[in-house]
């Protein structure tokens, strides 16, 4: 699920070890890791097509989805689609969850990604409903200048591509020898080795396989990438994260991670375009600041959801509930206690955690760091963040927007830290690969720390320790009539295409449930 160009570099470098052994053994990589995850659930792949109308009771069937992000649209656009009336509820203020674009606040036009910012070319569920709203993706990649590249600096040197290409060179036998050993996990089957190495951290793993562990420009590479992508530090995330994506394995498209990720796109003008545009037929069948406070399940199949609204608690009664709020969110402020979940359910909900990712975003009255041949990413020595990279491209005007990304306990701090000060921290940190930016600054900047926001807790869900050969699996599956979607629930997590395809999934299972 590579949303940092970071963790895409160590991906690249697995693919080309991958490639070069092929040709001269004529080994293929092993496919044990492929569909560990979407064998679970066959939803993957869903498109959106004319849905036959229902007829009789089960068009008249009562309906509510609780969420209005962009997985809780989308199903109710299917559901609507299928001629049912879902009514939708949405905890706070705004619709779109973490589908939110900051427009109107930066100069020169440009707009900035709060949440979820990238695309990939493989992510067709949201690239078709763009482009069925009218909406237009602009191709970031092609806008990146040529004979740029990205900057790194580790233990006080630089740290090129080939140095680190040189440096795994160990580690491809080693990762295809222990994928080999996992076979499929989920909570329904695990060996031996799944739990050992579910139950290792990424920290321990790489310091026992990689040279000189995360003392090492390699570890030290690694340790990073995983830290910002999953949102946590390594020493809370299960070494099988790590094994799941630097395998060798072409055909691992459903797995974890998904190794093809380019993050080409964003939406032409903002991202939130689409939840807004979703939304914007919908009129008062979306009720805002109405947060789910309790759900219970009645005797003859139906659920009663309790809602605060008006400084009260309402209780209305469905036939069918499409819950999409996060799990941090559910433990944290729904009593589910007679919903009448299964055990597994309920300890997903009590367990999968949320990632802290912060996004602190930064304009400048020019590209400085393309002076000095860097792409936008750049990676230093910091306590506040671990990467960053270019929004501006692809955007209007001669300015300069840059995100000073951080995951794990960097977030945590960049999220304490007040603004003012944070930029002065992160602008001197960046001096030994773009110096002077502090001159160019034009004082705009927006700091987006998502385990703050009361709607998520969180930026997205990752795999800690003893997880994936325990519960994984369980998150997406119905109980009673309640069906569950959300980023957290899709084959992929963490994606924006993860919210659209557990929409779709979440409402197919609704309408074949009514048939």
């Known amino acids: 699920m590579a949303r940092t160009p970071l963790l895409n ?12 052994e092929q040709k001269q053994t004529g080994d293929q990589p092993s496919s044990s890791a492929i569909g560990r995850r979407a064998a679970l659930r066959g939803a993957a792949g869903l498109a959106f097509t004319p849905a036959l109308p229902l007829a009789g009771l089960a068009a008249s069937a009562r309906i509510a989805v ?28 705004r619709i779109g969850g973490r589908c939110y674009s900051a427009r109107g606040f930066f100069d020169d036009g440009q707009v900035a990604e709060r949440g979820g910012e990238f695309i990939d070319t493989g992510h067709k569920e949201i690239r078709a409903l763009a482009k069925s709203l009218g909406l237009v993706l602009d191709d970031v990649l092609e806008a990146t200048p040529p004979n740029t590249r990205s900057l790194y600096v580790f233990n006080g040197k630089p740290y090129s591509l080939a140095d680190a290409t040189r440096d795994w060179q160990p580690l491809y036998a080693v990762l295809r020898a222990q994928n080999a050993m996992l076979g499929d996990y989920s909570y329904q089957r695990a060996n031996v080795e799944a739990r050992r190495f579910d139950a290792m951290t990424v920290a321990q793993w790489i310091d026992a396989h990689v040279p000189n562990g995360r003392g090492g420009q390699l570890g030290q590479l690694i340790e990073t990438a995983f830290t910002e992508e999953n949102g946590a530090d390594a020493s809370e995330q299960s070494a099988l994260n790590l094994i799941s994506v630097l395998v060798v394995n072409e055909r691992q498209r459903f797995n974890l991670y998904n190794t093809e990720s380019d993050q080409r796109f964003r939406v032409r003008g903002g991202n939130d375009q689409i939840p807004a545009l979703l939304a914007k037929s919908f009129g008062d069948d979306i009720r805002t600041a109405t947060p789910l406070v309790a759900i219970a399940a009645r005797l003859d199949g139906t659920v009663r959801l309790s809602f605060k609204r008006d400084g009260g608690v309402v209780d209305t009664v469905y036939d069918r509930v499409i819950l999409t709020i996060p799990f941090s969110v559910m433990r944290a402020a729904v009593d589910y206690r007679q919903a009448g979940f299964r055990a597994l359910k309920n300890q997903a909900i009590a367990t999968l955690p949320m990632g802290a990712s912060t ?25 506040t963040f671990q990467t960053t990279w270019e929004v501006s491209r692809g955007q209007p005007g001669t300015r300069g927007l840059l995100n000073f990304f951080s995951g794990g306990s960097r977030a945590i701090n960049a999220a304490k830290t007040d603004a003012v000060t944070l930029a002065s921290t992160v602008m001197s940190n960046a001096a030994p690969v773009t110096p002077g930016l502090s001159e160019i600054w034009t004082g705009l900047m927006i700091k987006d720390a998502w385990t703050t926001n009361p709607w998520s807790l969180g930026s997205y869900s990752y795999y800690p320790p003893g997880y994936q050969t325990t519960v994984l699996g369980v998150e997406g599956e119905r109980e009673g009539n309640c069906f569950f979607a959300g980023e957290h629930t899709a084959d992929e997590c963490a ?18 449930s009514l048939r």
Do not use: H
């Open 495 to 512: 994606f924006l295409n993860s919210g659209v395809q557990s929409g779709l999934r979440a409402a197919a299972e609704v309408i074949a």
């Open 9 to 20: 570099m160590l991906l690249s470098l697995s693919r080309e070890r991958a490639a070069a």
């Open 359 to 383: 996004k602190f975003q930064l304009q400048f009255t020019r590209r400085a760091w393309t002076d000095v041949g860097c792409n936008g990413e750049m990676r230093v020595p910091s306590q």
């Open 66 to 93: 609780v969420g209005a992000g962009l997985a809780g649209l989308t199903a109710a656009r299917e559901l609507r689609k299928a001629g049912l009336s879902p009514d939708v509820y949405e905890g706070s203020t």
